[in-house]
């Protein structure tokens, strides 16, 4: 019979390999649904046949085998005797089988592989006839015992090992393979004694053996592991497995005979040349588990140079076929090769990127398909540099809040981190938790590590956009700054010592770990530029500083989307920013501010310019005044204690007086504006100059003036009037009109509900999601986000964290009604995100559905953010087939 005149499914649980294709890996698993497509490719696999995953479904239910199986397993048997010319159980010319569990996908924790199946003392002299090696035929009885012992009868594996030794160190040899045949007689003997004593007996009749083996199988589907193992990845529990029995082939028939596995190209390179590993005369798992260390599959030439070949274009006719990175299991049995397996071989990062682009240039796969095989957390790992190597020991875990890794001395303090800097010196910052007072140290610093906050907490959000690895709240940790030191539990670092950490993976070891650096990659360059046709959302970056701006440019931000001007008023400013702020005159708070917006245009004028044309949007000052302020509990302190002189006495009472119980609900955003028109007047005035003096010079910047916390269409209307005349100021002073577009933020939920009104007075929605997500749930993301979030999720009253990932059910409906409501008003409304939801790759997805303009992150993540962008506008359109 050959596959074309193959009956079409005449029997329901059980298939021939002749009848299934890779399509049906529902019906006849992974391994099955592979082995049928092999087999319909004309590959040289032995034949058999898969008792489908509805016979494991029928078996679950009913807690016993379908009535009809039996016979369909019967008569797909007698196939398998007819086409090799042997029978289960003969004595004369014994098959052996392989029994295989495979369910839709790969699942260790099941059943293992049942091989040598009708291997028994009654069918040695039927072996020993077909091969001529009794030493052969009683391997095959003993491995088959074990197998069948361990896997079907829950034997203990250790019990046959002790056999095993104990008659390897009576013989004097040094393993089982220089044991003499009578020997491994005895051997296999013992071990279906020791089945029967620790079990039950091995069935003498193979049958019985195969209808015990295929139940294992079955039952294994609902052992401990197997189900903790589908909860884990999220595996439907009621899929089942198929069952493939399949005729032994031999790897262990002596030195014509071998057994390997490969890659059709290098899993951990990418390089396109085969990979793998093999074994003279050896079975099944002595390549992978066995005592014998393999040879690198290069050598099979030497040795096989005729298979070799056929092997390879057996590999190049699978990736053809299936246009992917084939692994597959093969055996040489006297000469002959046969394929045992192949599936979708797992790869590295690297090698997932270029792998996908090579076969672009191969013509095997379309530039679409490429983009499909890279995930976000691969190209994540290529970017930033990382451990070399999995730390046995880390001192300290938290969360891993800004990617990379670095290595470099503990300094506890700001201060500290600057002057070690200057010094030369590589310094990690180790904080309790930083504030804005520690800007300049954090810049300093080569990484931080916080004993609090979470991934949306100051040190968390600075170092993203620094693009400094970083790994805040560690539980364990204690910062003892008074005394300069460190704390985990008994282990003490002082100040100096070296430290390394990995903010990818939220991990913090002592001493210097060797680093993976990121290399500039001409291929993920041309993965990018595919993913660029291909997405349709905007991709912006997050930027302060015009070398922040520089780098967003050159990772392919298309625009800025956020600026955030609280850089503008700290370091050496700040006294500047305080005198303005405890001003106790209008003439006093002018000085202050006219020298700070000084300042302040020369900034945007280089940001501006570092832009090139692109928008920037600028967000006025945004945080609660007393993050500009000595810390309050400080000059109490000092007071109760008397030494506080009547400058630093006026300074106290001024602190009291901007004192707040909730600042992040307090006077920030628009209402500190409304507080203090003076303080975002000097800011427009000092953007649109900066604005003004570089159209002069005949380099027009995209300019976008946009305000935070807004939650009326007033607090908006007084915005607007305010930017207006401003810009009518820098017109009558500089003799240009500078050109603006206005922008709110989104971040209250009022706001999004009002979307509608709003989008009368802007050009442009950019959502905060991060405050969205704060407001919208009631949550303090700075205290809730370490302590309460990790539990909630362990207990699933959280299905995610939505400070990563936007919550779609609550925070993107608001998102999704603003953006409606307002393009209903104006039809040109701009919207985008531009909290570190903008750099998720499953935020972005929904940004996508939404139809947003644009998500804009840190300038780390903007490779991701292009490539999750094209993935979500692949998965959710028809894009048409771009060519390469
Ligand atoms: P796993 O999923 O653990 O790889 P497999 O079902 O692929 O389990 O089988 C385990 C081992 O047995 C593999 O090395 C495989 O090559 C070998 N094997 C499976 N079926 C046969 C067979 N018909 N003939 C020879 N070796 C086989
Ligand atoms: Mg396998
Ligand atoms: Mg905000």
Redesign the pocket.
Known sequence: MSATTAPATAHRYVRSFREGRASERDLLGG?GANLAEMTYLGLPV?PGFTVTTDACRAYLAAGDVPDELAAEVAASLADLEEASGRRLGDTDAPLLL?V?SGAKFSMPGMM??V?DLGAMPATVPGLIALTGDPWFAWDAVRRFVEMFGRVVLGVPAERYDEQLHAAVAAAGVPDERSLPAPDLEALARGFLDLTAELGTPVPDDPHEQLRLAIEAVFRSWNGSRAKAYRAMEGIPDDLGTAVNV????FGNLGERSA?GVAFSRDPATGEPVPYGDWLQNA???D?VAGTRRPEPLASLDDTFPQQAEELRGYMRQLEAHSTELADI?F?IEDGKLWM??TRVGKRSAAAAVRIAVDMVDEALIGPEQALARVTPDQLEQLLHPRFAEQPDTPLTSGGAASPGAASGVIVVTAAEAVRRTEAGEDVILVRPETSPDDLEGMVASKGMVTSRGGLVSHAAVVARGLGRPAVVGCGDLEVDVEAGEIRVGDTVLRVGETISLDGSAGLVVVGEMPLIEPEPDERLERLLSWADLVRRLHVHGNADTAEDVARAVAAGAQGIGLVRTEHQFLGARLPLVRAALLADSDEAEADALSALEAQQREDFVALLAAAQGRPVTVRLLDPPAHEFLPDLTELRVAAARGELDDDRQRLLEAVEAHSEHDPMLGIRGVRLGIMRPALYRAQVRALLSASAELTAAGDPPLVEVMVPLVSTSGELRWFVELVHSVADEVEAVTGTAPVYRLATMIETPRAALTGGFLANFVDAFSFGTNDLTQLTFGLSRDDVQARFVPVALAEHTLASDPFRTLDAAGVARLVEIAAADGRATNPDLITGICGEHGGDPASIAIAHRIGLTHVSCSPARLPIARLAAAQAALEMEDVPAASS
Do not use: I, N
Not at 246 to 249: F, I, L
């Open positions: 391994k032995p392989s295989r293992d592989t091989l399949q005729v032994m082939v057994t079975q099944g798992e390549v299991e055996t045992l397996q």
